[in-house]
């Protein structure tokens, strides 16, 4: 049976995240941010605890305390790692090598389309927690927020100068990139709800011929 976004793969097994880095060389550390992000995008903050952290983790309570002063600082380090290693699976395709700044962006919808299952098929971390947290944790809020708006900068760093070359000066880049965001959460929402992971995909494609629109091409 094919994955889905409501499977539950063990720590140990190979995901596109995890293979940006050596499996035979993690370190304590890293085993506990990625239990905390695992048990996080499950279970949302409050109802994950350091004592579960470190037992999906198998490392000793010691190495956590020693690396993290507090649960609110791992899953800061938690979050932060999973933006960038999101933002290293999505800027890593082959539309980086297309000069046309057009075409390059339709072919960066594209690559985030046939990676969305990868990357969301358990939900997102940031989406996941960041209600949770707003009114009852300001500072992991506040970090949240941040990652979003940098993951939305690098996105108009793709969608901007195709705006340009199209001679399209409204919608802005940054409006545009922040409109993909939300057509991804709302999308791994409404897979998750309808037990339909395609749901996902099919809204980026079809976010893909809004982008084409805007941009005039047929």
């Known amino acids: ?129 960041s209600l949770e947290v707003v009114d009852r944790h300001p500072a992991l809020h506040d970090r949240i927020d941040a990652l979003f708006e940098d993951f939305e900068n690098k996105l108009a760093g793709v969608f901007s100068p195709a705006l340009k070359a199209a001679g399209v000066s409204k919608p802005s880049g940054k409006a545009i990139a922040r409109h993909l965001l939300a057509i991804i959460e709302g999308g791994i929402i409404t897979a998750k709800s309808h037990r339909q992971p395609k749901y996902l995909t099919e809204a980026i494609r079809l976010f893909r011929d809004y982008l084409k629109g805007i941009l005039g091409v047929d």
């Open 1 to 129: 049976m094919p994955a889905t976004v409501f499977d539950k793969k063990p720590l140990t097994k190979p995901t596109s995240w995890s293979s940006l880095r050596s499996m035979a060389k993690i370190t304590a550390k890293q085993k506990a941010i990625e239990a905390a992000q695992q048990l996080m995008t499950s279970n949302g903050y409050s109802a994950t605890t350091v004592d579960d952290i470190i037992s999906l983790a198998g490392v000793s309570k010691g190495s956590v305390y020693h690396a993290f002063k507090s649960k609110e600082e791992l899953a800061i380090t938690a979050l932060e790692d999973y933006e960038r290693k999101g933002w290293a699976i999505v800027s890593s395709g082959a539309y980086v090598n297309i000069e046309d700044p057009v075409e390059r962006a339709l072919a960066f919808v594209q690559h985030v389309e046939k990676k969305a299952p990868a990357l969301w098929e358990h939900g997102c971390l940031l989406g996941s927690i």
